[in-house]
């Protein structure tokens, strides 16, 4: 039987890890915020916390974190978009995937929404320059996205706010749609065996280039929602068991 001492890492490894958290955050941020300010004149790096958010019910929204852009590059490398797609980045926060898809050079149109005004109203303001940019302040939940081909979500909803926005798409939407979505370990699981959806990619990233992207490994995902896929696997007798 092992002792509660031998289960902890000791005080040398816990001091190690903190080190290189530390100087692995500092790194991505300083890299990051010189691309930020490169693409929109101002850093997108600080983090600004969710105006609602219940995590004892999960249930809400969480606050405004930008995703790395090597973790972005390492994601999009699995996406091929085109000038007839239409993507939508959901919680959009202050534009961090939308200023990497501009500095890729996209060919889409891209939108974003965003619930907090303060938030949004940054988001509108660095990306007001590039016309194939388009920023929506509002409820995710009132919008249509029939109109959009690919959808973006970097972990913006908590729990049982993602199933209820995923049960919208499914009464909502008329065609076939690409979700890419990052951070996904808390709610991925979610789309698992739902009728209409199919996980084309996953992968959890630790360290990308030698630098650790988060205190713990991050998880992403890509999956496709067609509605006539759904309605047939509702009608098959092996789903309706």
Same mark, same amino acid.
């Given at each position: 039987?092992?002792?509660?001492?031998?289960?902890?890492?000791?005080?040398?490894?816990?001091?190690?890890?903190?080190?290189?958290?530390?100087?692995?955050?500092?790194?991505?941020? +300083?890299?990051?915020?010189?691309?930020?300010? &490169?693409?929109? $004149?101002?850093?997108?790096? *600080?983090?600004?916390?969710?105006?609602?958010?219940?995590?004892?019910?999960?249930?809400?929204?969480?606050?405004?974190?930008?995703?790395?852009?090597?973790?972005?590059?390492?994601?999009?490398?699995?996406?091929?978009? /085109?000038?007839?797609?239409?993507?939508?980045?959901?919680?959009? $926060?202050?534009?961090?995937? #939308?200023?990497? #898809?501009?500095?890729?050079?996209?060919?889409?149109?891209?939108?974003?929404?965003?619930?907090?005004?303060?938030?949004?109203?940054?988001?509108?303001?660095?990306?007001?320059?590039?016309?194939?940019?388009?920023?929506?302040? $509002?409820?995710?939940?009132?919008?249509?996205?029939?109109?959009? +081909?690919?959808? +973006?979500?970097?972990?913006?909803? #908590?729990?049982? /706010?993602?199933?209820?926005?995923?049960?919208? #798409?499914?009464? %909502?939407? %008329?065609?076939?749609?690409?979700?890419? =979505?990052?951070?996904?370990? *808390?709610?991925?699981?979610?789309?698992?065996? &739902?009728?209409?959806?199919?996980?084309?990619?996953?992968?959890?990233?630790?360290?990308?280039?030698?630098?650790?992207?988060?205190?713990?490994?991050?998880?992403?995902?890509?999956?496709? =929602?067609?509605?006539?896929?759904?309605?047939?696997?509702?009608?098959?007798?092996? /789903?309706?068991?």
């Amino acid at each position: 039987m092992s002792s509660g001492s031998e289960k902890k890492p000791s005080f040398l490894k816990r001091a190690v890890r903190k080190i290189d958290n530390k100087i692995s955050r500092r790194l991505i941020h +300083t890299a990051d915020a010189y691309i930020d300010r &490169r693409i929109c $004149g101002q850093s997108l790096v *600080e983090y600004v916390p969710s105006i609602f958010r219940d995590d004892e019910n999960g249930v809400g929204g969480t606050g405004s974190h930008a995703s790395p852009y090597c973790v972005l590059e390492r994601i999009f490398s699995h996406v091929m978009l /085109t000038a007839s797609d239409t993507l939508m980045d959901v919680g959009c $926060g202050k534009g961090r995937i #939308l200023a990497f #898809l501009v500095k890729e050079h996209c060919p889409c149109q891209i939108y974003g929404v965003e619930h907090n005004p303060e938030v949004a109203r940054l988001a509108a303001q660095w990306s007001e320059r590039y016309e194939q940019v388009h920023i929506i302040q $509002g409820d995710a939940f009132q919008l249509d996205y029939n109109p959009f +081909t690919v959808l +973006t979500l970097a972990r913006p909803f #908590l729990p049982k /706010t993602f199933l209820s926005f995923v049960e919208q #798409l499914e009464a %909502t939407l %008329t065609h076939p749609v690409t979700l890419i =979505y990052y951070e996904d370990q *808390e709610s991925s699981y979610l789309l698992r065996k &739902r009728s209409g959806w199919r996980m084309l990619f996953r992968e959890k990233v630790a360290r990308i280039r030698g630098v650790k992207i988060a205190p713990w490994p991050q998880g992403y995902s890509i999956w496709v =929602y067609d509605p006539a896929r759904r309605e047939s696997d509702s009608a098959s007798p092996e /789903t309706a068991k």
